[in-house]
Antibody
């Protein structure tokens, strides 16, 4: 069974950087994409980007491409999302999710990590 | 303005059949996915590739597409179906990115 377990809540000051982790278990190596999704308080889902662990290729949503880096440590099967130059608008729950290669559905989700940006 | 447009709300009574629409130019050119998000929970994949159900999803849930519209139908409505529902799809012409509809809050009366 595939499981995604994310790191705990973060409180950050504006202008700083946050890194969230997502520990992935149960996947056969290289057969999936890793996605990150943002959900601001009371708002809908917004896709942040994806990474293909097989070759490290990434695709980012235009809104986030200048401030977000998605990476993976294959030795520990842990994915990371780093967001820099944080603003109050970045206050949200961030989810990691995985989907099968060649498909763009997000089949399995982490529990979410709440990031609060406040001075 | 969302690439995928959903009504903000829908409602139905116990046992009823309800449908939630999702419209946009990318429908018909890409697969549509549906997610259910219960209050305070992570989203869950409900329908993939327009009309396929992952294992474990009851057959009360079904998806379809026609032209530039997609629909999620829920039959035999139950109280536990009260949730937010999102459609999503891959937007090939925006250098490739996943897009979500704005979500539909389903209330079970």
């Amino acid at each position: 069974e595939v499981q995604l377990v994310q790191s705990g809540a973060e409180m950050k000051r504006p202008g700083t950087t946050v890194t969230i982790s997502c520990s992935i278990s149960g996947h056969t190596s290289g057969d999936y994409y890793i996605h990150w999704v943002q959900q601001a308080p009371g708002k809908g889902l917004e896709w942040v980007g994806l990474l293909d662990p097989e070759d490290g290729a990434t695709i980012y949503a235009e809104k986030f491409q200048d401030r977000v880096t998605i990476s993976v440590d294959s030795s520990t099967n842990t994915a990371y999302m780093e967001m820099s130059s944080l603003k109050s608008d970045d206050t949200a729950v961030y989810y990691c999710a995985t989907g099968d290669q060649g498909d763009y559905g997000l089949a399995r989700w982490g529990q979410g990590t709440r990031v609060t940006v406040s001075s | 303005q969302s690439v995928l447009t959903q009504p903000p709300s829908a409602s139905g009574t116990l046992g009823q059949r309800v449908t939630i629409s999702c419209s946009g130019s990318i429908v018909g050119g890409t697969f549509i996915y549906w997610y259910q998000q219960l209050p305070g929970r992570a989203p869950k994949l409900l329908i993939y590739r327009n009309d396929q159900r992952p294992s474990g999803v009851p057959d009360r849930f079904s998806g379809s597409t026609s032209g530039t519209s997609a629909s999620l139908a829920i039959s035999g409505l139950r109280s536990e179906d009260e949730a937010e529902y999102y459609c999503a799809g891959w937007h090939h012409s925006l250098s490739g990115q996943e897009v979500f509809g704005g979500g539909t809050k389903l209330t079970v009366l």
